[in-house]
């Protein structure tokens, strides 16, 4: 089992950038596959981007080539460099690891994105 703790979410302006970060703990971070979910007022929590234990990347076609997910697996953390913003982008950010069948989210870092 894990825990998992996002910080980063904030007040920028469109246009600007942001950094997520998501420490993970209790068990070995490099076996899981990590992800960011994101959940606006009103809407379906979707995914954002995912990076596999083996390094692939896939992202939501709305974020292609302004977010980039990474991981450290010698610090425990996932991040979510998001360039670009728009106000679409505001959400609140949630964190995801998964193995088999076995998921467990982080609270969340909200994100708001406006002038």
């Known amino acids: 089992q894990v825990q998992l703790v996002e910080s980063g979410g904030g007040l920028v302006q469109p246009g600007g950038s942001l950094r997520l970060s998501c420490e993970v703990s209790?068990?070995?971070?490099?076996?899981?596959?990590m992800a960011w979910y994101r959940q606006a007022p009103g809407k379906q929590r979707e995914l954002v981007a995912q990076i596999t234990r083996g390094g692939r990347r896939n992202y939501l076609d709305s974020v292609e080539g302004r977010f980039t997910i990474s991981r450290d697996n010698a610090k425990n953390t996932v991040y979510l460099q998001m360039n670009s913003l728009k106000p679409e982008d505001t959400a609140d950010y949630y964190c995801?690891?998964?193995?088999?069948?076995?998921?467990?989210w982080g609270r969340g870092t909200q994100v708001t994105v406006s002038s």
């Open positions: 209790g068990n070995i971070f490099s076996i899981y596959d």
């Open positions: 995801n690891a998964g193995r088999g069948g076995y998921t467990q």
